[in-house]
């Protein structure tokens, strides 16, 4: 018989009750009982929502206080020295979120370890450090509690997660020259044998090894990283069968690897189906094989009938369906928990989707289908195959005016009228810059206030005219902050935003919205990212009306300001009916229609930030050409609607941009504003071999940080700039937006930093 299983489960809970708890721990609000209290009731409850779906393979040790990462660097004892832990101690909580999140108090001033991006997804996980001379020992008891706790609460086969071994190594860094991760893994895997040995005393049956590093392109290194690892573990005893889980892409490069590793092997068949006929070739006849068939990153209902081919045609490659485990592609940590709680969703819609619970049920449909009882499952299918119909026939999916236009985009549209250097002539006419212009990123704090006006706008509690009233009085006073401190280009500071993505999305056709879609970013922190449905149209202008208020206010060029299409997409749950790069054409002449009218009423500078850009980089380097080609060419979509004369800067931050300069290049904005000043400017040093084209303006303000800069630093770090950027196309700018600061810090910081720039040219 085939089982169903899952691979991981939401850890925020639906109304986010981890993100509460975890935050008043920190504030000292509660106990660390109370803490544990919340975490042991959301796991026991999220059991038996897995319990209640029928599922076979139900994980444990997949909750994290934290993340998932840092579990494992915990677990293997591998905390870097300035956390001063004995060598002997368990590892406290208190350690444990100091490692995340740094602490600061009366006698301890420790950072936090680097957070970054999991593969190709918006959540983040805690970078192991590996120092020389680091000695891994089992240093929490955490995971055999929980499969403890799974028991109690009636899950009969609880299925620890671990990170693998390898997978461990390969996205930890090494922070000191003198070691490597051959010299690490011995003693690393010395932990792993009595891990799993512990796991086996248990009694448990399977454990969940996450190798995902499989997807990617692995050197010899990391190869023979795995034959070594893996041999370890070869012989059958003491330990429970291992199933080893690959996500995100496919494996098939990696296929003879992979599959001699465990005794199971999981696949992504949502993101890779192509896999399939390669890996079931290559595998011997005892191997199980766990078939990722429901989307666990998409917020779409599964076509049963197309994952059931999938199942049909593994089993018939596999002489029956007794090997096979079907599962979600992927943890479904990195979908919403349950749909039931949509109520105020639009009904037709709402039909199209499944989050994490409907997803466990589709899996069991699956099972069931698969294993003789197509009566039982029948209802669900037939339910699938109609959402299916409906969906894609459903007016509000398809608009013939936009699929007729994105038919009409011309090679003409994809560029503008003339070269660089010629528009910088006209520009310069028109604006008069002086050299080292000074300007922000977009957005001014986000008082309380500011924030409350919009919740009351939206409740009704206060009229449009007040909001309006009360908007134009916040743009007011920060354009005149910004006149006094005599900054070049102004911004109106986005107070009427929550957020750089929904305030568009909420103003287009073809978006919805849910009310408890919360997805794991980092941490405590949670996105509830907008649903991207259907033909992208923009009913009237979206940020005109602001930009020209504040235009009007002043003599100084004004910034109109909006989000890209590559980072409205990558920020969304996308649809799965069309190929990404139609989608982001779509959103593309929308925000070019917004850009054409911002000219229209006369603002001369206008922004399309593209933070995002480098996130949706596919995992492995021989894919990224064709996604930048097509990431590049929605960008100059929506820029190139404009006269020589408007000027177009865009904006990145907080991600490597050191290898996709070329294309950022080719982007062809007038001007990139670029976070450079955490780094002090190691941006610059792609510079040495490509020069960029264009203006720019690497942050000399970090502003992450409610440190004030001085004025003294922000000169050095602007002439360290000016030696790989000609002073004429050199701007003076904060890394990023300053929503996230007080008023009280921002104002002396842009003072010095316009007081730099002067400074600087000066002496020019
Ligand atoms: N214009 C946006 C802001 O200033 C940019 C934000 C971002 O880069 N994430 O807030
Ligand atoms: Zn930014």
Known sequence: MAKSANLGFPRLGLKRKWKKASESYWAGKISQDELIATANELTSRHWQMQMDAEIDYIPCNDFAFYDIMLDMSVLLGAVPTRYNIGAEEEIDIDTHFAMARGRQDETTDVTAMEMTKWFDTNYHYIVPEFETGMKFRLASTHPFSAVERAKKVGVKNPRPVIIGPVTYLLLGKIVDEGCSRMDLIDNLLDVYVDILRRFYDQGVEWVQMDEPALVLDLDDEAKSLYRHAYARFAPREKRPKMLITTYFGSVAHNADLATQLGEGLHIDLVRAPEQLDTIVNTIDNQLILSLGVVDGRNIWRTDLDKSFSLLERAARGMGGATRIQIAPSCSLLHCPIDLDAETTLDPEIKEWFAFGKQKLSEISALNKALNGEMDKAEPMFRDSREAFRKRSSSPRVTNPDVQKRLKEITDAMTRRETVFAERKKVQDNKLHLPLLPSTTIGSFPQTREVRKLRANVKKGAISREEYEKAMEAEIEKTVRFQEEIDLDVLVHGEFERNDMVEYFGEQLDGYVFSKNGWVQSYGSRGVKPPIIFGDIVRKSPMTVRWS?????????????????????????????????????????????????????????????????????????????????????????????????????????????????????????????????????????????????????????????????????????????????????????????????????????????????????????
């Not at 408007?646 to 504003?673: K, P, R």
């Not at 002396?748 to 007081?755: D, E, G, R, S, T």
């Open 548 to 764: 020209k208020y504040a235009k009007d206010l002043t003599d100084h060029p004004m910034k109109g300001m909006l989000t890209g299409p590559v980072t409205m997409l990558q920020w969304s749950f996308v649809r799965d009916d069309q190929p990404r790069n139609v989608t982001c054409d779509q959103l593309a002449l929308v925000i070019r229609d917004e850009v054409v009218d911002l000219e229209a009423a006369g603002i001369d500078v206008i922004q399309i930030d593209e933070p995002a850009i480098r996130e949706g980089l596919p995992l492995r380097r021989g894919d990224w050409d064709s996604y930048l080609e097509w990431a590049v060419r929605s960008f100059r979509i929506s820029a190139s609607g404009v006269q020589d004369e408007t000027q177009i800067h865009t904006h990145m931050c907080y991600s490597e941009f050191n290898d996709i300069f070329q294309a950022i290049a080719d982007m062809d904005a007038d001007v990139i504003s670029i976070e450079a000043s955490r780094s002090r400017m190691e941006l610059l040093d792609a510079f040495e071999d490509f020069l960029y084209p264009n203006d720019i303006g690497p942050g000399v303000y970090d502003i992450h940080s409610p440190r004030v800069p001085s004025v003294e630093e922000m000169i050095e770090l602007l002439q360290a700039a000016l030696k790989h950027v000609p002073k004429d196309r050199l701007w003076v700018n904060p890394d990023c937006g300053l929503k996230t600061r007080q008023w009280i810090e921002v104002e002396p910081a842009l003072k010095n930093m316009v007081i730099a720039a002067k400074e600087v040219r000066k002496g020019l």
